[in-house]
């Protein structure tokens, strides 16, 4: 029977809970790296024995671990982000000019065929590339110096490379996002890139149809249909069936389409889930109510999930990596809040369950489905 | 033989105690300790100072003596102490962020 490896994140630590395919009982192991923040923590699609973890702190700033067991044991591997040439500057919150400085490691993204491979985003937004394992990182740096990057200002969260789309049927087609300048396209492997926000509107931006300058959250794919994207951007759901060339409005009935986290289901291309959340100022669920909404058409008609979740006196929110699916049918739904608790869907979004529900504040949740 | 006092994250990072000793050769000094300190634990790289600039960590602190020494330049001899192995080089996080 196939096992579940669901790697967690927090503001204190990893941890990782296992199960086996029924996704019933669970065992938890850790805090691996207690007391760090773990921005992010991802398996290798190749050798999912091989996991990476990017833990970071304010005190002694980044570190980045590589496990070849499964996260039984963890080696720190290289952590020097340095950017390519003479950095310069991108903009700053009030609008001047601000030095580009390495502060953490976002998002780890390891390369669908080579698990020593690794794209890191970063902030200050750039991508970096891994070859080795994690020894030695390198910056594409075709994306920080396309002719957009002085005039990128960062969002509340600080100037993020959040998420790396990698396209399975093309490796030369690379999707990132950043906070809060937007979404760009390699079709070269990393060498030249352009924005790719056509379709977007922001209420903070003067210009309606500015190339860049965009707070997109979260996006994900299917990889049975790589040119077909879901958004949540700061405000709005999107949808984009040309690789991100242009994208399309599908908040519908959604109770605020303000959030952070979107997933695809495994076995059902156009069902996704979003996190609704209050607002850009109440980061909590509306109502009080934890509340997962499934779209199954792809389209703008929604329908909340809460069978299992709170629905009364719950003020958490759910982070723009803290969603993920696994790959068994029917697919399971995991997503991570701020209050500590990690819940499962084993069927798709109609029925939940705690896993745990005490860690410390949740920032990423990724799954591994394995033999 | 220096002693070196590592607080609590670095030292679960390097897998050591609370005090490690180490060789340094030359003068003794906030640079060439942090050297010794990078050669012997990799990884140690970049959380004690930047790994560009070799600028202190904002958040860290050097003590020995009773001294604060974190703004003395890098390069500055340290106390006789520290480099006879009598007392220790303290690297210390500051208590700062709840």
Same mark, same amino acid.
């Given at each position: 029977?196939?096992?579940?490896?669901?790697?967690?994140?927090?503001?204190?630590?990893?941890?990782?809970?296992?199960?086996?395919?029924?996704?019933?009982?669970?065992?938890? /192991?850790?805090?691996? %790296?207690?007391?760090?923040?773990?921005?992010?923590?991802?398996?290798?699609?190749?050798?999912?024995? @091989?996991?990476?973890?990017?833990?970071? $702190?304010?005190?002694?700033?980044?570190?980045?671990?590589?496990?070849?067991?499964?996260?039984?044991?963890? +080696?720190? =591997?290289?952590?020097?982000?340095?950017?390519?040439?003479?950095?310069?500057?991108?903009?700053?919150?009030? &609008?001047?000019?601000?030095?580009?400085?390495?502060?953490?490691?976002?998002?780890?993204? #390891?390369?669908?065929?080579?698990?020593?491979? =690794?794209?890191?985003?970063?902030?200050?937004?750039?991508? %970096?590339?891994?070859?080795?394992?994690?020894?030695?990182?390198?910056?594409?740096?075709?994306?920080?110096?396309?002719?957009? &990057?002085?005039?990128?200002?960062?969002?509340?969260?600080?100037?993020?490379?959040?998420?790396?789309? *990698?396209?399975?049927?093309?490796?030369? @087609?690379?999707?990132?996002?950043? $906070?809060?300048?937007? !979404?760009? @396209?390699?079709?070269?492997?990393?060498?030249?890139?352009? #924005?790719?926000?056509?379709?977007?509107?922001?209420?903070?931006? #003067?210009?309606?149809?500015?190339?860049?300058?965009?707070?997109?959250?979260? *996006?994900?794919?299917?990889?049975?249909?790589?040119?077909?994207?879901?958004?949540?951007?700061?405000?709005?759901?999107?949808?984009?069936?040309?690789?991100?060339?242009?994208?399309?409005?599908? /908040?519908?009935?959604?109770?605020?389409? %303000?959030?952070?986290?979107?997933?695809?289901? /495994?076995?059902?291309?156009?069902?996704?889930? =979003?996190?609704?959340?209050?607002?850009?100022?109440?980061? %909590?669920?509306?109502?009080?109510?934890?509340? !997962?909404?499934?779209?199954?058409?792809?389209?703008?008609?929604?329908?909340?999930?809460?069978?299992?979740?709170?629905?009364?006196?719950?003020?958490?929110? =759910?982070?723009?990596?803290?969603?993920?699916?696994?790959?068994?049918?029917?697919? &399971?739904?995991?997503?991570?809040?701020?209050?500590?608790?990690?819940?499962?869907?084993?069927?798709?979004?109609?029925?939940?369950?705690?896993?745990?529900?005490?860690?410390?504040?949740?920032?990423?949740?990724?799954?591994?489905?394995?033999? | 033989?220096? @002693?070196?006092?590592?607080?609590?994250?670095?030292?679960?990072?390097?897998?050591?105690?609370?005090? !490690?000793?180490?060789?340094?050769?030359?003068?003794?000094?906030?640079? $060439?300790?942090?050297?010794?300190? +990078?050669?012997?634990?990799?990884?140690?790289?970049?959380?004690?100072?930047?790994?560009?600039?070799?600028?202190?960590? #904002?958040?860290?602190?050097?003590?020995?003596?009773?001294?604060?020494?974190?703004?003395?330049? $890098?390069?500055?001899?340290?106390?006789?102490? !520290?480099?006879?192995?009598?007392?220790?080089?303290?690297?210390?996080?500051?208590?700062?962020?709840?």
């Amino acid at each position: 029977m196939s096992q579940v490896r669901v790697l967690v994140g927090t503001r204190k630590g990893a941890f990782i809970l296992t199960s086996d395919g029924t996704r019933d009982k669970w065992e938890v /192991s850790g805090p691996h %790296f207690a007391g760090w923040e773990i921005y992010h923590i991802n398996g290798s699609p190749a050798d999912q024995n @091989r996991l990476y973890a990017s833990q970071t $702190s304010g005190w002694f700033g980044q570190v980045m671990q590589r496990s070849n067991d499964g996260g039984q044991t963890w +080696e720190a =591997v290289g952590n020097e982000f340095t950017y390519d040439g003479v950095p310069g500057t991108h903009m700053w919150y009030d &609008g001047t000019p601000h030095p580009w400085e390495f502060k953490r490691v976002w998002h780890l993204e #390891p390369s669908l065929s080579d698990p020593d491979t =690794v794209y890191a985003g970063v902030e200050d937004a750039a991508l %970096f590339r891994t070859t080795d394992g994690g020894t030695s990182w390198h910056e594409l740096s075709g994306l920080r110096k396309h002719g957009s &990057g002085a005039g990128w200002q960062p969002g509340a969260g600080g100037l993020g490379l959040h998420t790396i789309i *990698l396209d399975p049927s093309n490796p030369q @087609r690379i999707i990132i996002a950043i $906070s809060a300048a937007g !979404v760009f @396209r390699t079709d070269d492997g990393g060498d030249t890139w352009r #924005p790719a926000n056509r379709g977007l509107k922001s209420k903070y931006l #003067p210009d309606p149809n500015a190339e860049v300058g965009y707070c997109v959250h979260n *996006l994900a794919m299917h990889p049975s249909r790589p040119d077909t994207l879901f958004m949540q951007l700061h405000w709005n759901v999107m949808r984009s069936d040309d690789a991100a060339d242009s994208w399309q409005l599908i /908040s519908g009935n959604l109770p605020s389409d %303000f959030g952070f986290p979107v997933a695809v289901n /495994s076995q059902e291309p156009n069902t996704v889930y =979003v996190v609704p959340i209050k607002s850009d100022s109440e980061h %909590f669920v509306p109502d009080a109510k934890l509340r !997962v909404y499934r779209n199954r058409t792809g389209g703008d008609e929604w329908e909340a999930l809460t069978n299992g979740l709170p629905q009364e006196n719950c003020y958490v929110n =759910v982070l723009r990596d803290a969603m993920a699916v696994d790959l068994l049918d029917p697919c &399971g739904v995991y997503f991570g809040t701020t209050g500590g608790q990690v819940y499962v869907s084993p069927d798709g979004g109609d029925h939940w369950s705690a896993i745990v529900h005490d860690l410390p504040a949740v920032l990423p949740v990724e799954v591994q489905t394995l033999p | 033989m220096i @002693r070196v006092e590592l607080p609590y994250h670095l030292r679960t990072l390097a897998r050591v105690g609370a005090e !490690v000793e180490i060789d340094v050769e030359g003068a003794v000094t906030q640079r $060439s300790i942090v050297d010794a300190i +990078e050669d012997r634990y990799p990884m140690l790289r970049g959380t004690i100072r930047d790994h560009v600039t070799k600028q202190r960590r #904002p958040f860290l602190r050097f003590f020995a003596c009773e001294e604060d020494l974190s703004h003395q330049d $890098s390069n500055t001899p340290l106390p006789a102490a !520290v480099a006879a192995g009598t007392e220790p080089f303290m690297i210390i996080g500051a208590i700062a962020g709840g």
